[in-house]
């Protein structure tokens, strides 16, 4: 069956580069975009299988394609992230693969080996560029890391959602509108995550988030 993506990058030169280079036989390119808000309204508007994401985009709150990522988790595991940029920069790699995305490739890469990448992505595996493979098994399996996933295992989706609002200075008033929630919501929600994860006030859970590379 024919795997259908969205393309998500700030270029548009490249965005028409590598959808004619991707495998017409196996991969629909069903949308583009060029900046936050817009990826998030279109890959919900569309639902692909599989979203081919830069890191580094314009717009939103300044997340780029990890922001882009986490505000559609909600559409998990129908539709998946493969990461492709630029960069192999430690943060960019994390914070990408954090906010859910399942594969992280550089653009040095061929469109035959981007098109194989997506198919994989989309069956379920989670794809890394070769060079890439190595670091990132490391970044993962050092203690450090595993201490932070076992944090953030402690928080649901939902809480996830409004610790990132609230340490990125939203208001409460405004986590709420964000999110279609009440105030008293998020109030709860921001308790739980203070108790959970022993913070004792908001400016201690944005530099927990910050550290984390979850702003």
Same mark, same amino acid.
């Given at each position: 069956?024919?795997?259908r993506?969205? /393309?998500?990058?700030?270029?548009?030169?490249?965005?028409?580069?590598?959808? *004619? =280079?991707?495998?017409?036989?196996?991969?629909?390119?069903?949308?583009?975009?060029? =900046?936050?808000?817009?990826?998030?309204?279109i890959?919900?508007?569309?639902?692909?299988?599989?979203?081919?994401?830069?890191v580094?985009?314009?717009?939103?709150?300044?997340?780029?394609?990890?922001e882009?990522? *986490?505000?559609c988790?909600?559409?998990?595991p129908? +539709?998946?992230?493969?990461?492709?940029?630029v960069?192999?920069? *430690?943060? =960019?790699? &994390?914070?990408? /693969?954090?906010?859910?995305?399942?594969?992280?490739?550089?653009?040095? /890469?061929?469109?035959?080996?981007?098109?194989?990448?997506?198919?994989?992505?989309?069956?379920?595996?989670? +794809?890394?560029s070769?060079?890439?493979?190595?670091?990132?098994? =490391? *970044?993962?399996?050092?203690?450090d +890391?595993? &201490?932070?996933?076992?944090?953030?295992?402690?928080?649901?989706?939902?809480?996830?959602?409004?610790?990132?609002?609230?340490?990125?200075?939203?208001?409460?008033?405004?986590?709420?509108?964000d999110?279609?929630?009440?105030?008293?919501? /998020?109030?709860?929600?921001?308790?739980? &995550?203070?108790r959970?994860?022993?913070?004792s006030?908001?400016?201690?859970l944005?530099?927990?988030?910050?550290?984390?590379?979850?702003?």
């Amino acid at each position: 069956m024919t795997t259908r993506v969205v /393309i998500v990058d700030d270029h548009a030169i490249f965005r028409t580069g590598l959808k *004619a =280079d991707l495998d017409p036989a196996d991969i629909a390119v069903v949308g583009e975009a060029g =900046d936050v808000d817009s990826a998030i309204r279109i890959i919900h508007e569309l639902e692909p299988e599989v979203v081919l994401l830069d890191v580094h985009l314009p717009g939103g709150k300044g997340g780029g394609g990890a922001e882009v990522a *986490a505000s559609c988790q909600d559409l998990a595991p129908e +539709v998946r992230f493969l990461a492709i940029s630029v960069s192999d920069a *430690a943060e =960019d790699v &994390v914070s990408v /693969i954090r906010a859910g995305a399942r594969g992280y490739v550089t653009k040095t /890469i061929s469109g035959a080996e981007v098109s194989a990448a997506v198919q994989r992505v989309a069956g379920g595996d989670a +794809v890394f560029s070769p060079r890439l493979a190595g670091f990132v098994l =490391d *970044a993962f399996g050092t203690a450090d +890391v595993a &201490v932070r996933d076992e944090e953030l295992d402690l928080l649901s989706a939902r809480e996830l959602e409004v610790m990132r609002l609230i340490a990125r200075g939203y208001t409460y008033r405004e986590a709420a509108k964000d999110l279609f929630i009440s105030v008293r919501t /998020i109030e709860t929600h921001v308790s739980n &995550v203070l108790r959970k994860l022993q913070l004792s006030n908001r400016h201690e859970l944005t530099r927990w988030a910050g550290e984390r590379g979850l702003l």
